[in-house]
């Protein structure tokens, strides 16, 4: 027989599996000095586990649950109402049944009680399932608390907690419930204590929500809440709200609404003095816990009695500083186009690939831009370089510094060294040096495949680490960067001075069409390619549109035309193979690895172009700009100084089309040399698995590189430790990475300060020219993408992969994304209107909705159906 009852003080946190996560926090709480937790216990999870045995049934229903999807939504109904049926309807056995009433009998059997849920996949670190379970509060008397304990259980299966672990992958025959039996207590006033704030992050900032009567009545939002803001023991901020209702004890068991009085509907539901008192106690939780919490609270007799303290897992992680100094960080991701959370070894080996150090955060990466903004030297050079970049990180930067005492100014220069987007030396307009850049990183590439065969075991990982210096020899070289920033600058005069002179925005859009050397544009091009020879041969398109397994290729050899589209496909993997979705992270599967996932994009094609549109679509770009370049000359030619004028404008428009093109190469070259990487570690990673040391080669990506490192010399990991990354993972990946973050955990959030917008516009910025109007296709995964011509497709973001599609659009609009990143730039190459920073379009933007793009003012309208 197991345990069945435990009395709180017998229980601590580490005892999640015996009494849940609600059980085991409360237990912790009751053995802590000074803190006040109404007397209760436990009934176990082997209660649970003694019920689920009476109940033969109840494994059969299991199964069928675990099979079902989130949009079986009717079946799911069905079988969790099943579920609950069966174990309300199950008797409690008489050990069971007497073991809860003996504890009962201790504490006193009349009295009244509150029976909670603790499920064990309840209130972890990485997961609340705050409100996922049932509590009933007010029960009276053996029969009605055994009753209740049997709610408790079934409410494991209700369709709400049923969903809830569905989403966040939670195994339904994992998890079991344990029912924590309490003391009632008849407060003044109760609420929620948040230690950090839970709207801005910010983690020296405490957040009491407060009403009268018991905290049932603003947990489920039936009344408003007097909101108090603490920082440092001060009240920094209030709102009293008109608190019109109250939820009490009943009499007869139960509980009851009541109004409040007229006069009391005004008056706070705490003093400042008690809000600050609460405060502390949170601080003292907070500290014994480890991590900011969220905490249920009682106030009788002045006194504040704990009921429930749980981790707040939507708070964004603070990267860690080696000082305890104020800091300022700024989202690599949203620069890179890639916010979606990395594995540990996409996160080390890009931080290995960096000029400058970068920190790791909820799986993301970030700069520190402390210094940059305390040196009024660099301070403005850094801004202007941001902003132009993604303006609402600038907003969130000014806003720092607006404080005046978040940040230091730093007396004279700040750190030594150019600042951050100043400009390198000018070079000539020399087309020869971009086919120099492009022809030494190949050799060095070729290089890299010859010399990477030979390698094995830790040698392998120190040959790595030796390239990884040839890699930011190239990417940093001089010259590169000065090509990259001729064709950027070159750009923004253009912009700029074509505004001035002409009344003309973002003339630059269209000079970039169809501009040489851009790797990134013509791969979406050489799919229209493959897919003119594939078209003529209708067999292979049928067995293309059943492709499932990644060894189709060599399935189609044996078809009509079948040697042709797998040689093309080839051809086409051997040029851009290494790229994929979320190609900054190595851990993610290349296009060589998961050919199936272009199989959609080429039977777009087949299906929405005709034959030579690759070759047509790069001439119909080159014939715009060079026609947009002639009606621009000739306009500044009339002008007074017309001639001047004009010269100037030829000079810079013949270098934006020498070197624009090339701002898509360095990140080519990085993609490139991480595939030829992978394809090495994976190889050592299957050695890994046949020599027993890993279960599965793809156990890497958990580990940072230098932990490879050891795991390869030494044939031994710590695999507690994969298990620990692949939870924190999980949970990373529910987490959205905020632009600016503060060493206080404060996510500043920037604005687009404009004036002047259609009512209801969503703003953005800017990035390619154009208006167009058309259905919207909110994608979120490249994988689902179905698209006709003339789509516009909203999304987070893009990288260099969404590319191939860009050929069947109309327009764009991303949530994430500035003047430089991909998606912009491949947008002006193709002529598509495009409007990226657009916050949290894909929720404001519905799927088949009509939309008007304005990629020339930065704004999108919802226009209403036809």
Same mark, same amino acid.
């Given at each position: 027989?197991?345990?069945?009852?435990?009395?709180?003080?017998?229980?601590?946190?580490?005892?999640?599996?015996?009494?849940?996560?609600?059980?085991?926090?409360?237990?912790?709480?009751?053995?802590?000095?000074?803190?006040?937790?109404?007397?209760?216990?436990?009934?176990?999870?082997?209660?649970?586990?003694?019920?689920?045995?009476?109940?033969?049934?109840?494994?059969?229903?299991?199964?069928?649950?675990?099979?079902?999807?989130?949009?079986?939504?009717?079946?799911?109904?069905?079988?969790?109402?099943?579920?609950?049926?069966?174990?309300?309807?199950?008797?409690?056995?008489?050990?069971?049944?007497?073991?809860?009433?003996?504890?009962?009998?201790?504490?006193?059997?009349?009295?009244?009680?509150?029976?909670?849920?603790?499920?064990?996949?309840?209130?972890?670190?990485?997961?609340?399932?705050?409100?996922?379970?049932?509590?009933?509060?007010?029960?009276?008397?053996?029969?009605?608390?055994?009753?209740?304990?049997?709610?408790?259980?079934?409410?494991?299966?209700?369709?709400?907690?049923?969903?809830?672990?569905?989403?966040?992958?939670?195994?339904?025959?994992?998890?079991?419930?344990?029912?924590?039996?309490?003391?009632?207590?008849?407060?003044?006033?109760?609420?929620?204590?948040?230690?950090?704030?839970?709207?801005?992050?910010?983690?020296?900032?405490?957040?009491?929500?407060?009403?009268?009567?018991?905290?049932?009545?603003?947990?489920?939002?039936?009344?408003?809440?007097?909101?108090?803001?603490?920082?440092?023991?001060?009240?920094?901020?209030?709102?009293?709200?008109?608190?019109?209702?109250?939820?009490?004890?009943?009499?007869?068991?139960?509980?009851?609404?009541?109004?409040?009085?007229?006069?009391?509907?005004?008056?706070?539901?705490?003093?400042?003095?008690?809000?600050?008192?609460?405060?502390?106690?949170?601080?003292?939780?907070?500290?014994?816990?480890?991590?900011?919490?969220?905490?249920?609270?009682?106030?009788?007799?002045?006194?504040?009695?704990?009921?429930?303290?749980?981790?707040?897992?939507?708070?964004?992680?603070?990267?860690?500083?080696?000082?305890?100094?104020?800091?300022?960080?700024?989202?690599?991701?949203?620069?890179?186009?890639?916010?979606?959370?990395?594995?540990?070894?996409?996160?080390?080996?890009?931080?290995?690939?960096?000029?400058?150090?970068?920190?790791?955060?909820?799986?993301?990466?970030?700069?520190?831009?402390?210094?940059?903004?305390?040196?009024?030297?660099?301070?403005?050079?850094?801004?202007?370089?941001?902003?132009?970049?993604?303006?609402?990180?600038?907003?969130?930067?000014?806003?720092?510094?607006?404080?005046?005492?978040?940040?230091?100014?730093?007396?004279?220069?700040?750190?030594?060294?150019?600042?951050?987007?100043?400009?390198?030396?000018?070079?000539?307009?020399?087309?020869?040096?971009?086919?120099?850049?492009?022809?030494?990183?190949?050799?060095?590439?070729?290089?890299?495949?010859?010399?990477?065969?030979?390698?094995?075991?830790?040698?392998?990982?120190?040959?790595?680490?030796?390239?990884?210096?040839?890699?930011?020899?190239?990417?940093?070289?001089?010259?590169?960067?000065?090509?990259?920033?001729?064709?950027?600058?070159?750009?923004?005069?253009?912009?700029?001075?074509?505004?001035?002179?002409?009344?003309?925005?973002?003339?630059?859009?269209?000079?970039?069409?169809?501009?040489?050397?851009?790797?990134?544009?013509?791969?979406?091009?050489?799919?229209?390619?493959?897919?003119?020879?594939? =078209?003529?041969? #209708?067999?292979?398109?049928? +067995?293309? %549109?059943?492709?499932?397994?990644?060894?189709? &290729?060599? /399935?189609? *050899? @044996?078809?009509?035309?079948?040697?042709?589209?797998?040689?093309?496909?080839?051809?086409?993997?051997?040029?851009?193979?290494?790229?994929?979705?979320?190609?900054?992270?190595?851990?993610?599967?290349?296009?060589?690895?998961?050919?199936?996932?272009?199989?959609?994009?080429?039977?777009?094609?087949?299906?929405?172009?005709?034959?030579?549109?690759?070759?047509?679509?790069?001439?119909?770009?080159?014939?715009?700009?060079?026609?947009?370049?002639?009606?621009?000359?000739?306009?500044?030619?009339?002008?007074?100084?017309?001639?001047?004028?004009?010269?100037?404008?030829?000079?810079?428009?013949?270098?934006?089309?020498?070197?624009?093109?090339? =701002?898509?190469? #360095?990140?080519?070259?990085? +993609?490139? %040399?991480?595939?030829?990487?992978?394809?090495? &570690?994976? /190889?050592? *990673? @299957?050695?890994?698995?046949?020599?027993?040391?890993?279960?599965?080669?793809?156990?890497?990506?958990?580990?940072?590189?230098?932990?490879?490192?050891?795991?390869?010399?030494?044939?031994?990991?710590?695999?507690?430790?994969?298990?620990?990354?692949?939870?924190?993972?999980?949970?990373?990946?529910?987490?959205?990475?905020?632009?600016?973050?503060?060493?206080?955990?404060?996510?500043?959030?920037?604005?687009?300060?404009?004036?002047?917008?259609?009512?209801?516009?969503?703003?953005?910025?800017?990035?390619?020219?154009?208006?167009?109007?058309?259905?919207?296709?909110?994608?979120?995964?490249?994988?689902?993408?179905?698209?006709?011509?003339?789509?516009?497709?909203?999304?987070?973001?893009?990288?260099?992969?969404?590319?191939?599609?860009?050929?069947? &659009?109309?327009?764009?609009?991303?949530?994430?994304?500035?003047?430089?990143?991909?998606?912009?730039?491949?947008?002006?190459?193709?002529?598509?209107?495009?409007?990226?920073?657009?916050?949290?379009?894909?929720?404001?933007?519905?799927?088949?909705?009509?939309?008007?793009?304005?990629?020339?003012?930065?704004?999108?309208?919802?226009?209403?159906?036809?």
């Amino acid at each position: 027989m197991g345990c069945y009852v435990l009395g709180l003080q017998e229980i601590d946190q580490t005892q999640v599996a015996v009494v849940g996560g609600k059980g085991a926090h409360l237990g912790e709480l009751s053995r802590l000095e000074g803190i006040h937790v109404p007397a209760g216990f436990c009934v176990t999870t082997d209660a649970f586990q003694r019920i689920l045995a009476e109940a033969p049934s109840l494994d059969a229903q299991l199964e069928r649950l675990s099979r079902l999807k989130l949009d079986g939504r009717e079946q799911l109904r069905a079988l969790s109402a099943e579920l609950r049926q069966t174990l309300e309807a199950t008797a409690i056995p008489d050990e069971l049944a007497a073991a809860i009433t003996r504890s009962l009998a201790q504490l006193g059997e009349q009295d009244a009680y509150a029976v909670r849920s603790s499920a064990t996949a309840e209130d972890l670190p990485s997961a609340s399932f705050a409100g996922q379970q049932d509590t009933y509060l007010n029960v009276v008397g053996p029969e009605a608390i055994l009753q209740h304990v049997s709610r408790c259980w079934a409410s494991l299966f209700t369709e709400r907690a049923v969903t809830y672990r569905l989403r966040n992958g939670f195994d339904h025959r994992k998890v079991r419930m344990a029912v924590v039996v309490q003391r009632m207590v008849f407060p003044r006033s109760a609420g929620i204590l948040f230690t950090a704030d839970p709207v801005t992050s910010h983690r020296k900032v405490a957040s009491v929500e407060a009403s009268f009567g018991l905290g049932e009545a603003l947990v489920s939002g039936l009344v408003n809440a007097d909101v108090y803001k603490v920082r440092d023991g001060e009240v920094i901020s209030k709102a009293i709200a008109t608190k019109q209702l109250a939820i009490h004890a009943s009499p007869s068991g139960g509980t009851q609404h009541q109004a409040i009085t007229p006069e009391r509907q005004q008056q706070p539901a705490l003093t400042d003095a008690q809000v600050v008192r609460l405060a502390r106690l949170g601080r003292q939780l907070e500290a014994h816990f480890g991590r900011p919490q969220d905490i249920e609270w009682c106030l009788v007799d002045d006194e504040f009695h704990i009921v429930q303290s749980r981790p707040i897992t939507t708070l964004f992680p603070i990267p860690v500083a080696a000082d305890r100094e104020n800091h300022v960080y700024v989202s690599v991701g949203h620069q890179q186009m890639m916010t979606d959370a990395m594995k540990p070894l996409g996160l080390s080996l890009f931080q290995l690939t960096a000029l400058r150090p970068m920190y790791e955060a909820g799986g993301r990466l970030f700069v520190d831009v402390t210094q940059g903004l305390a040196s009024p030297a660099s301070r403005a050079g850094l801004l202007e370089a941001l902003g132009k970049s993604d303006p609402l990180i600038r907003d969130a930067l000014q806003t720092v510094l607006g404080r005046g005492d978040f940040i230091r100014s730093l007396p004279d220069a700040g750190p030594s060294g150019a600042p951050i987007g100043s400009a390198p030396t000018p070079i000539e307009t020399d087309p020869s040096l971009v086919d120099e850049l492009i022809r030494r990183n190949q050799a060095s590439v070729a290089a890299l495949k010859r010399d990477i065969q030979t390698k094995s075991g830790a040698a392998l990982l120190d040959f790595i680490l030796a390239d990884i210096q040839e890699l930011k020899r190239l990417l940093f070289d001089p010259r590169s960067h000065q090509a990259i920033m001729a064709g950027i600058e070159a750009t923004w005069w253009l912009n700029e001075q074509l505004q001035a002179w002409l009344g003309e925005k973002n003339a630059a859009d269209t000079l970039t069409q169809s501009a040489p050397h851009n790797v990134t544009s013509e791969m979406g091009l050489a799919l229209l390619d493959v897919a003119d020879v594939i =078209r003529p041969h #209708p067999n292979v398109v049928a +067995v293309l %549109r059943h492709v499932e397994d990644e060894d189709f &290729l060599d /399935e189609l *050899a @044996r078809l009509e035309g079948g040697r042709q589209a797998r040689d093309a496909i080839r051809a086409w993997l051997d040029r851009y193979g290494m790229r994929c979705v979320g190609e900054i992270d190595i851990t993610k599967p290349r296009w060589s690895e998961r050919p199936t996932t272009l199989v959609p994009l080429i039977l777009g094609n087949i299906k929405n172009f005709e034959p030579g549109a690759g070759m047509r679509r790069f001439e119909q770009g080159r014939q715009e700009a060079s026609k947009k370049e002639q009606e621009l000359l000739k306009r500044l030619r009339a002008l007074p100084d017309g001639e001047s004028k004009a010269e100037e404008a030829r000079r810079k428009i013949d270098r934006v089309r020498t070197f624009i093109g090339y =701002r898509e190469y #360095p990140k080519y070259g990085i +993609v490139n %040399r991480y595939c030829v990487y992978k394809r090495a &570690l994976m /190889e050592e *990673a @299957r050695r890994l698995v046949r020599a027993g040391v890993l279960r599965e080669p793809e156990d890497i990506f958990h580990l940072t590189f230098q932990e490879l490192h050891d795991v390869v010399r030494t044939n031994t990991v710590d695999e507690q430790l994969i298990r620990q990354r692949k939870d924190t993972f999980r949970s990373h990946q529910a987490l959205t990475p905020p632009r600016v973050l503060t060493s206080d955990g404060e996510v500043i959030s920037g604005a687009y300060r404009r004036d002047a917008l259609p009512v209801g516009a969503l703003v953005g910025l800017a990035v390619s020219a154009g208006t167009v109007e058309g259905r919207a296709r909110v994608i979120l995964d490249l994988a689902e993408a179905e698209l006709e011509t003339g789509d516009i497709l909203v999304t987070p973001f893009t990288d260099p992969s969404w590319t191939p599609l860009f050929v069947t &659009l109309k327009g764009l609009v991303t949530e994430v994304g500035g003047l430089m990143t991909h998606g912009a730039v491949i947008a002006r190459e193709y002529g598509l209107p495009a409007v990226v920073g657009v916050e949290h379009a894909t929720r404001r933007i519905l799927d088949g909705q009509r939309i008007r793009v304005h990629g020339t003012d930065g704004y999108v309208e919802l226009l209403p159906d036809r």
